[in-house]
């Protein structure tokens, strides 16, 4: 017999008794139990990324914002910076911007509708009204393998709040 022709010892003993039906009932089971965890952490990575991606988009909108009261109350500038924040949604994507007024002495405290009604509530010193600007995204997304005891789509928000410069 020629070299060329032997099989290896390890192939040999694999093949020889249980050791070669165990290797192949071990195939089997990581192949029916991997395929799913890997598409589960699939799906898990999917949403994540959506996710940070909703929320940049959030931030982007209240940075362009807050630089100044007109570009506050601009709607439509703050919805564009969002939306270009996120190329993956793009006008797909809901943008709310929101402004409000709060004391300074009390920033957590009630917030105002209007500078006005700030301004009359916000007395003493060292408690003028601020502006802040409130920045909230959201889209349904869609995952590409549905699970039947997961749901098909998630909504995703992202919520960014910033103080409006003066």
């Known amino acids: 017999m020629s070299i060329l022709c032997r099989k290896p010892k390890l192939v ?3 093949l020889r008794g249980e050791d070669g039906s165990s290797m192949i009932e071990m195939g089997l089971v990581v192949a029916l139990f991997a395929a ?3 598409l589960g952490t699939a799906e ?3 949403i994540a990324y959506d996710a940070a991606e909703i ?3 959030a931030n ?8 100044s009261s007109t570009l506050a109350s601009s709607t439509a500038t703050i919805t564009a910076a969002a939306q270009a ?5 793009g006008t797909n994507l809901t943008v709310t911007p929101t402004t409000y007024w709060v004391c ?3 920033v957590t405290g009630t917030q105002y509708s209007s500078l006005t009604s700030a301004t009359s509530a916000c007395t003493g010193s060292n408690n003028a009204p601020l502006e802040f600007l409130q920045v909230k995204t959201s889209d349904a997304v869609t995952l590409p393998i549905h699970f039947s005891k997961l749901g098909a789509s998630y ?4 919520v960014s709040v910033q103080e409006v410069e003066q």
């Open 36 to 38: 799913p965890l890997l």
């Open 12 to 14: 040999r003993g694999l």
């Open 104 to 106: 300074a002495a009390s």
């Open 60 to 67: 982007a909108g209240a940075a362009c914002g807050m630089t």
């Open 44 to 46: 898990v990575a999917q």
């Open 85 to 89: 924040d996120a190329p993956d949604f």
């Open 55 to 57: 929320q940049d988009a």
């Open 155 to 158: 909504t995703i928000q992202g």
